[in-house]
Structures are given as C-alpha cells and as structure tokens.
C-alpha cells in the first residue's frame, strides 16, 4: 500500500521491520502489540516468517487503511488479531496489558511524529512491556546518528538495545529489551 511518497505496507517496508524481527527470538512471544498497522503487512510476516501465533492488539489511527487491510489484504479473517482504530499514544496511555513483543511503526508519510520519541512514550512504553519482552523501533528515515544517540540516552533505564542504522540503505531501526 503506497502514497505518493511512501510505502505503509507490504514491499519495501517489510523488509526493514523483518530485518529487525530477525534479531528477536520468537520461542517467549505470547503477545504482541503493533502500533501503526497500516494494511497489515507485518502481522502476514509474524504469521508465516516467524511462526508466531500469539494473539495480536493492533492499533491504526486511520479507519480507511483499517478497511483496505480487511478488505484487500484479508487481514483478520480467522487470527488471533484486535484491532483497534485510535491515536497509539492514547492507547498506551490508557493501556493495562502487558506485552512480550512491541511494534512501534507509526509514521504520518516520511515522518514519525515528534511525540514518538519524547521520553514519556518510552515511559509509557515501558511499562507495558514485560520483563524480558523486545521493542521494535522504526525510528524513521535518513536519521542521522547524533539524532539517534540523543534519542537512545533518554530511554529508560529498564531498557538494554540495540540500534542499526540505514536499514536497507533508508530506515534506522531500534531494537530494545526490558530487563
């Protein structure tokens, strides 16, 4: 699914989030949240790549891209899958479950939203991951690494990671535990 700049899903996009995922162990992946669902790309990767077959909470701002993921992509015919239509930060500030897997995907065309990266989300986001459970970051494009170091330095504590720049020449992706 693509806009006149950029790809939400499918093509290109799989490949850097899959690039990170393969750098997570599946075996202790009992539920997973994506943030940024769009047509639902990755849920079809972490169903058949990666065998994971734990329940997944996505969440999608837009409820037209929630209706092509249903009807074009036959996302959520017979899956674990909830799929919820609100903003992410307001899900995770409200949110009570805990996850072994998070997704943060959430791009408005090229761009992540500023308050993506603010230390309050990653506050929020920490405690709904559980202990030993992995953040995926799709931090955005064409970063540059003193953006990305500032950006690591203000994340929890309860946090170790790792972080891979220019992801297939374009994305920097992040990768976070909780310990």
Not at 88 to 115: G, M, Q, R, S, Y
Request: include cysteine; proline fraction near 4%; aromatic fraction near 12%.
């Amino acid at each position: 699914m693509n806009t006149k700049n950029t790809n939400y899903s499918y093509g290109p996009l799989v490949d850097v989030l899959e690039y990170g995922l393969d750098s997570i162990p599946f075996t202790n992946i009992g539920s997973v949240l994506l943030l940024g669902m769009g047509a639902g790309s990755i849920i079809k990767s972490l169903r058949t790549k990666y065998n994971c077959q734990a329940p997944v909470t996505a969440v999608e701002i837009d409820p037209v891209v929630i209706d092509i993921a249903y009807k074009e992509f036959n996302i959520g015919r017979k899956e674990k899958l909830e799929i919820h239509c609100k903003d992410a930060w307001n899900f995770v500030k409200n949110c009570k479950t805990e996850f072994d897997l998070i997704i943060v995907d959430i791009f408005i065309d090229l761009t992540v939203p500023e308050k993506f990266y603010t230390p309050e989300f990653w506050r929020m986001i920490e405690k709904i991951t559980k202990n030993n459970g992995f953040v995926l970051f799709n931090a955005g494009i064409d970063l540059k690494k003193k953006e990305v170091r500032d950006f690591v330095s203000n994340l929890p504590e309860e946090f170790i990671f790792q972080k891979n720049y220019n992801v297939l020449n374009s994305n920097t992706v992040i990768i976070k535990q909780k310990i």
